[in-house]
């Protein structure tokens, strides 16, 4: 067989789908569609309570890819401990570049997301779509965080916000 595109997706392993998060794959399944004999990918997504079918010749073109490492995920609890980098462009279009951000499936991203709009009680409000970006990427990086930790996701979450809860604090 030469379809190699399938060597880094195994049954029962995590892997991450840009605009869906952490899934597992359950395994392969073919299927005709229009007289061509496809190999899919099915992944279950836990979380949005969703199973994807990827064609395993698409799976790397689409951006899935294997949990990240230790080291890629250090890159991204560095980024959480960051000053935050606000800009002061519309909120329309710094909502675009964080959406862009979340899908992108990068780590570094998507740590950027949650940095930049993560606010201490104290620090006053936020929209509501600040606070849905926030939730997203936030939920993003945390399932792959706990997948990686093998932790929970409500684990995950608390270790991420205290982690900028107190590089925030040692800032002020």
């Known amino acids: 067989m030469k379809n190699q595109t399938n060597i880094n997706f195994i049954p029962g392993d995590y892997v991450v789908y840009p605009s869906h998060g952490v899934g597992k794959i359950i395994g392969t399944e073919s299927r005709e569609v229009e007289k061509t004999n496809l190999e ?30 230790s080291a890629q995920m250090d890159e991204a609890l560095n980024t959480l401990q960051g000053k935050a980098k606000v ?60 997948a990686i930790e093998n932790v929970g996701k409500n684990e995950a979450v608390e270790k991420l916000e205290k982690i900028i809860d107190d590089s925030s604090d040692q800032a002020a």
């Open 87 to 146: 800009k002061k462009t519309m909120w329309s279009r710094r909502a675009a570049e964080y959406e862009m951000k979340i899908n992108s499936g990068s780590l570094v991203s998507i740590a950027e997301v949650v940095r930049d709009l993560y606010k201490k009680e104290d620090q006053g409000e936020q929209s509501y779509s600040e606070r849905q970006m926030y939730q997203s990427a936030l939920e993003r990086l945390a399932s792959e965080f706990a």
């Open 40 to 69: 899919l990918l099915v992944i279950r997504f836990e979380q949005e309570r969703m199973t994807l079918r990827v064609p395993l010749d698409k799976a790397k073109i689409s951006g899935l890819r294997t949990l990240s490492s």
